[in-house]
């Protein structure tokens, strides 16, 4: 079976600090792997989704990058932390194109709190 | 643009009330469409989902779904709550294109009184 892994679940950090945090799946060969920002009150907000190693597409302009190294391996970067940038990071897979599940599956999260 | 838009933002119910729970979205093409839950504490999972077919479709928990075209809708429902179904709901669309992308509702929040 499949299964997602996010680190790490909580972070602080100061602003202007750098930040990564990573996403892992298991399980599966060529995923779609997507980046969100869960904010209360506001639903979930695609940031990044990727359908393949080196290819990223950003849905909004903001201080955060993404880059997938390797086939099953997503990360959430940015070289200076914004106060804005505190929130709920979710990661989540799919099938990619015309492969099953068409659904996707999240992981348990990162809790981001710049200070 | 496409979007998804769910009515209820907080609900309040006692148990063994009966839930319904709006769900509407903008876009006039074939549609997937989805229910996810996220129990206090755990991460989101995937409630229910509909492809094509019976457009009436049951999930997990007693959860059923149905699409109504006609009204762009999918609302949620569930004949009995129980405590253990206060959670936030979040309704989820993927429309046109090849990519997997969803376009997801504000989501619902449901406190179910013992």
């Known amino acids: 079976s499949q299964t997602i892994h996010q680190w790490p679940a909580t972070l602080v950090q100061p602003v202007g600090s750098p930040l990564s945090l990573e996403c892992t799946v298991e399980g599966t060969s060529n995923p779609n792997l997507y980046w969100y920002r869960q904010a209360a009150g506001r639903g979930l907000q695609l940031l990044f989704y990727?359908?393949?190693?080196?290819?990223i597409s950003s849905e909004v302009p903001q201080n955060l990058s993404a880059s997938r190294p390797q086939d099953r391996q997503f990360i959430l970067s940015s070289k200076k932390l914004l106060l804005s940038d505190s929130g709920f990071y979710l990661c989540?897979?799919?099938?990619?194109?015309?492969?099953?599940?068409?659904?996707?599956?999240f992981g348990p999260g990162t809790r981001l709190t710049v200070t | 643009a496409q979007s998804v838009s769910q009515h209820n933002h907080h609900v309040i119910l006692s148990e063994a009330a009966s839930l319904e729970l709006g769900c509407n979205y903008s876009?006039?093409?074939?549609?997937?469409l989805f229910w996810y839950v996220q129990y206090p504490g755990q991460h989101l999972q995937l409630l229910l989902k509909?492809?094509?077919?019976d457009p009436l479709v049951k999930g997990i928990k007693g959860f059923e779904a149905e699409f109504i075209k006609s009204k762009f809708s999918f609302n949620l429902r569930k004949p009995s709550v129980q405590w253990s179904d206060t959670a936030e709901y979040f309704c989820?669309?993927?429309?046109?294109?090849?990519?997997?992308?969803?376009?997801w509702g504000l989501g619902t929040s449901l406190a179910v009184n013992p």
């Open positions: 509909y492809f094509s077919g």
């Open positions: 876009y006039g093409g074939t549609v997937n």
């Open positions: 989820a669309v993927k429309g046109a294109g090849n990519n997997r992308k969803l376009i």
């Open positions: 989540a897979w799919s099938g990619a194109s015309g492969r099953e599940p068409y659904e996707q599956y």
């Open positions: 990727s359908v393949g190693i080196g290819q």
